[in-house]
């Protein structure tokens, strides 16, 4: 038997680009798991919504990190209703706007504020034990020891109708900004979006948010850490 057998202890790594359907899936295959689920890209959303409050210019490095370090940002780890608080106020909804999503890439590219939030996030999954992490680099920084990393991904067409969908806005529009971003993500110096080279690719263009759980789920049975 093995130590995660002994100790129910489960960590899966979801990792993909905007689109490819982490959110929802990392929360369906958490409920399924008993787990708890982490959204590391609400966390960097929420201090970019606290950049943008305090009114200091985004290529402002050290100011940025300043404000990285000064707030108080709380997130939930309830897979079925997660809260987001910057300071005490909920900003779950103001962090899925076009503000914060045009300006969160680069809030995230900052190092300083990587070591700062990895560091959270690795508290977090630490004292949860049975957790599904999603995010952009938690297979190949954040949790590289994690018991079944996956890395999702979709076509253009599929990620940008998914996308537009949730967001009601224009097709050609998203597509665009999720090129933008995926662009700027892929690209950054520190902790880019990749593949960890142990990470199952999975393409769910094709397939169903039930289907993909199901697949991960049977894939941590094998691993006897379901």
Known sequence: ?????????CVVAVDGPSGSGKSTV???LAVGLGARYLDTGAMYRALTW???RSGVDLTDAEAVVKVA????????????????TVDGVDVAKEIRGPEVTGAVSAVAAVPAVR????????????HAGR????????????????DLKVYLTASEAARAQRRSAEDAADVAATAADLARRDRLDS??????????PDAIELDTTELGIDEVVARLHALLTERGVA
């Open 26 to 28: 990392s929360r369906r």
């Open 131 to 146: 957790i599904v992490v999603e995010g952009r680099d938690i297979g190949s920084v954040v949790a590289p020891d994690a």
């Open 1 to 9: 038997m093995g130590q995660n057998e002994r100790t129910g202890r």
């Open 115 to 126: 070591e700062l939030l990895v560091a959270r996030q690795r508290q977090v999954i630490e």
């Open 69 to 84: 370090g000064e707030v108080d940002l709380r997130i939930g780890t309830n897979p079925e209703g997660h809260g987001v």
């Open 50 to 52: 606290a950049v943008l």
């Open 187 to 196: 690209t950054r110096k520190v902790n880019p979006l990749q593949q960890a």
